[in-house]
Each structure stands twice: as C-alpha cells, then as structure tokens.
C-alpha cells in the first residue's frame, strides 16, 4: 500500500542549530512529495514540494531531496529560528481511483531561544 | 481571498446526536476532501470528491456521509455521533493534477461526549 513514515517528535533544539527531520514512504507508483507545516490553531499550509526523483523542494531556507532509491524526503534547514516552531507533516500524492494526499504522523519541532 | 471555509469551528454533541459540517472553497477546484486529526496518528482520509455530484472513500469512512451538490461545497455528516469521533476535522481542496498541494481550512474541533 500507500504510506508515510516521519520521526517521532517531539524534537526540541536551540536557536540556529540544524534540523533534519527523517521522512520515508511506500508507494506503488510515482507519487509527489510534499512537507507541510500547521502552526498552532491553524490549518496545514505547503512548505516545499518535489514532484520526481533527485527534485530538491526548498522554501523558507528549508530544504528536501527527493530520493527515490531510499523512498525518502528528508526535512531539513541549516539554522531554526523559534518561529519555526510549528508541527511538520510529509505527504505523498499519488493517483488510486482519484488523486489521493497521504500523511505521515506529524513532527513537532520546539525551538528554544 | 477567503480559499477554503470551515464551520463550525468548534462544536460539543452528545453521544447518539447528529451534525453536519460545511466546506466552501472559492477557487473552483475540482477536488476535495475531508480529514480528521488525531493525537499521533496524523491526518486520516474520511471521504473524497473528484468532482460535483461524486463522493469515495477514503480509509476510515465509516460513521460518516457526504455529499458534493455544488462544485464549491462539500459536506460532511455524522448521523449518530460516538465519542470516537471526538477530533479535529479539516476540509481540503486541490486542483485535479498529481503535483498539486492541498489548500486546508482552519479546522472544526468536535466533542462528543
């Protein structure tokens, strides 16, 4: 089937340290890949996408590479500020009867100053 | 510039009630989709629309109906509330490709008690 694996959260770091949160998927075709981020009381809002294998998705000096011999889409940003505090969510778009987004479990992410 | 459009926003049922709740998105997609959010779990399909008058499935519809009269409203029923269905439900829609992001509404959060 169709799945999304992410790293248990929650992660928890200091201001300007790097972030890597780990992201894999199953999937039976050729999906898209997205990462989400849902900031408190709000919906999930786009933060990158990469639509085929080696695409790197950046945006907002967040980055992910679509690695297809790994099935993975790993998050990561060289230095988090505390408004990056937010839960983070990967997704796979895949086509079965309908274009389908699945999720993965979420992450969130605790930025101390 | 209202995109998607979510109400209620909060809502308390007792057990054996009944409620609907109401999406509207103005921006002509033809797709659409309910999800609910749950603690660890991420968010999980309930129903999908690929276009007026259609509805499937999704991974865990059970409890619950819709229906897509309109291209720009989706809704969702549940005709005798349990308290399992105590979540948080988001309403999405997209364009009908398989690398377009999902446009989210702000969220209803749901007791049953």
């Known amino acids: 089937g169709n799945s999304v694996t992410q790293m248990e959260g929650p992660v928890t770091l200091s201001e300007e340290a790097f972030l890597t949160i780990n992201c894999t998927y199953t999937a039976t075709g050729y999906p898209s890949l997205f990462w989400y981020v849902q900031y408190p009381g709000e919906g999930l809002q786009l933060l990158l996408k990469?639509?085929?294998?080696?695409d790197k998705g950046s945006n907002k000096g967040f980055e992910a590479t679509y690695r297809k011999e790994t099935t993975s889409f790993h998050l990561e940003k060289g230095s988090v500020q505390v408004s990056d505090s937010a839960v983070y969510f990967c997704a796979l778009r895949i086509y079965t009867g309908g274009f389908k987004t699945i999720f993965g479990a979420g992450t969130r992410l605790f930025v101390k100053a | 510039n209202a995109g998607v459009t979510q109400t209620p926003k909060f809502r308390v049922l007792k057990t054996g009630q009944s409620m609907t709740l109401l999406c509207a998105q103005d921006m002509n997609h033809e797709y659409m989709y309910w999800y609910r959010q749950d603690p660890g779990m991420g968010l999980r399909l309930i129903h999908y629309s690929v276009g007026e008058g259609t509805t499937a499935k999704g991974e865990v519809p059970d409890g619950y109906n819709v229906s897509r009269l309109k291209k720009q409203n989706f809704l969702l029923g549940l005709e005798s509330a349990a308290p399992s269905q105590t979540s948080v439900y988001f309403c999405?829609?997209?364009?009908?490709?398989?690398?377009?992001?999902?446009?989210f509404g702000s969220g209803t959060q749901l007791s049953v008690l």
């Open positions: 999405a829609s997209s364009y009908s490709t398989g690398n377009e992001k999902l446009f």
């Open positions: 990469a639509t085929k294998a080696d």
